[in-house]
């Protein structure tokens, strides 16, 4: 049974695997490239996003927590400028009014992406 050789393969063959190979790469870099481009929330957001996790991570370990524990974690992720600058390089302004947005954790999260 004999190999196949350079000459053997038909240029649409060629080219079509080139197509598939291109667009799977396309579509791996895509996405970070789009968040890249994408605008970055602000510092304020960003705040408002580290307080707001921080609530709804209290409010999943204790559901019957009381208002002031609540506002005792709030004052507390006020305070995590290196959370709050991450959040500012690292997600779009669109995921972070997702999260904003959000009625718990597990929508938090998917808000966030991967």
Request: hydrophobic fraction near 45%.
């Given at each position: ?23 799977a790469?396309?579509l ?5 490239l ?20 921080a ?5 999943a370990a204790?559901p ?31 995921e ?8 718990g954790?597990?929508?938090?999260e998917r808000?966030l992406?991967?």
């Open positions: 049974m004999p190999g196949l050789s350079p000459r053997s393969v038909a240029p649409r063959d060629l080219a079509v695997a080139l197509a598939i190979i291109g667009a790469v396309l791996v870099a895509a996405r970070p789009l968040r890249r481009l994408s605008p970055a929330p602000s510092r304020e957001e960003c705040a408002a996003l580290v307080e707001r996790r609530e709804q991570l209290a409010r204790d019957t927590a009381k208002a002031a524990t609540i506002a005792s974690v709030r004052a507390a992720a006020r305070e995590r400028q290196d959370s709050i600058a991450r959040c500012a390089a690292e997600i779009t302004r669109d972070a009014r997702c999260a904003l947005a959000s009625h954790a597990d929508e938090f808000c992406g991967p």
